[in-house]
Nanobody, 121 residues
Framework: QVQLQESGPDLVKPSETLSLTCTVS??????????WTWIRQPPGKGLEWMGA???????YYNPSLKSRTSISRDTSRNQFSLQLRSVTPEDTAVYSC?????????????WGQGTQVTVSL
């Protein structure tokens, strides 16, 4: 059973950087067929794919967020991380990490529980 757990601050001020980490257990983030993914859902809106890191370390970004987003991984800790720069209140959302086998779909084998991040003074 693969488990994912998001961690990070739940309140970020406008213009600052949102930083989240996803800790994975039950599978290695170097498992060749998996894409380790960040997804968010703003209040009242649908899911938004933010980006993913593949087993070989390749990183993929949502073009609409690419200029503000960085995704990285730490294989020694079996974690992958998200940074979103210059946040605004519109970045308020539930942020989730998930893992799936096809980067072209939003079908995931496992999800973290999600973490609410609010951007506000």
């Amino acid at each position: 059973q693969v488990q994912l757990q998001e961690s990070g601050p739940d309140l970020v001020k406008p213009s600052e950087t949102l930083s989240l980490t996803c800790t994975v257990s039950g599978a290695s983030i170097t498992t060749y067929y998996y894409y380790w993914t960040w997804i968010r859902q703003p209040p009242g809106k649908g899911l938004e794919w933010m980006g993913a890191v593949a087993a070989d370390g390749s990183i993929y970004y949502n073009p609409s967020l690419k200029s503000r987003t960085s995704i990285s991984r730490d294989t020694s800790r079996n974690q992958f991380s998200l940074q979103l720069r210059s946040v605004t209140p519109e970045d308020t959302a539930v942020y989730s990490c998930a893992v799936g086998r096809d980067i072209a779909t939003m079908e995931y084998d496992y999800w973290g529980q999600g973490t609410q991040v609010t951007v506000s003074l």
